[in-house]
């Protein structure tokens, strides 16, 4: 299996201030049709996964351009250009070039 | 607009059995690859099941031999059958689409396993 390792685990934020997650895969992402399967998910308390960032840096319909997904092979990373208060969440990386495997997530919250 | 609506969740006593059903619109679910994600209380996300459009299907360990994914071409709906349900099931239960790399996700349906 592919494990997904996130790193903060918890990040605090000021408001207006940048916040960035790195997420690291056991082994490439890489699939065998050339595209490279992995995900950002949002999940606001109570609220179901939402779609931000696919196959690394396309943003999901909807999703405001403060979200960038960037990085290659097994190291991947979210970037937040200015938190809002709306973004308060737990952030998850997610491959799907193997199955389905999810990182532990990343808790953001304001300072 | 994909639209998917999970429910059939409810409480259940260890060792029974729970179908969950999840309606689809905006799209067919016959010719899209479809899966199954939990979330444990306060945990984060696991993945349990696909079914290809193909038909082909595969589980995660933690579930194989008890849950069967299915789907009704007719009625537009996916399925996951569990049985012999132990307390560890216990979780919010999404249906997910995946469409070139993106992933449409459900509302989610509860399952509680407990006596």
């Known amino acids: 299996d592919i494990v997904m390792t996130q790193t903060p685990l918890s990040s605090p934020v000021t408001l207006g201030q940048p916040a960035s997650i790195s997420c690291r895969s056991s082994q490439s992402l890489v699939h065998s049709d050339g595209n490279t399967y992995l995900s950002w998910l949002q999940q606001r308390p109570g609220q179901p996964p939402r779609l931000l960032i696919y196959?690394?840096?396309n943003r999901f319909s909807g999703v405001p351009d403060r979200f960038s997904g960037s990085g290659a092979g097994t190291d991947f990373t979210l970037k937040i250009s200015r938190v809002e208060a709306e973004d308060v969440g737990v952030y998850y990386c997610m491959q799907a070039t193997h199955f389905w495997t999810f990182g532990q997530g990343t808790k953001v919250e304001i300072k | 607009e994909v639209q998917l609506v999970e429910s059939g969740g409810g409480l259940i006593q260890p060792g029974g059995s729970l179908r969950l059903s999840c309606a689809a619109s905006g799209f067919t679910v016959s010719n899209s690859y479809m899966t199954w994600v939990r979330q444990a209380p306060g945990k984060g996300l696991e993945w349990v099941s696909v079914?290809?459009?193909?038909?082909?299907?595969y589980y995660a360990d933690s579930v194989k031999g008890r849950f069967t994914v299915s789907r009704d071409n007719s009625k537009n709906t996916l399925y996951l059958q569990m049985n012999s349900l132990r307390d560890e099931d216990t979780a919010v239960y999404y249906c997910?689409?995946?469409?070139?790399?993106?992933?449409?996700w459900g509302q989610g349906t509860l399952v509680t396993v407990s006596a």
């Open positions: 196959k690394i840096s």
């Open positions: 997910a689409r995946s469409l070139a790399g993106a992933v449409y």
């Open positions: 079914i290809y459009s193909g038909g082909t299907t």
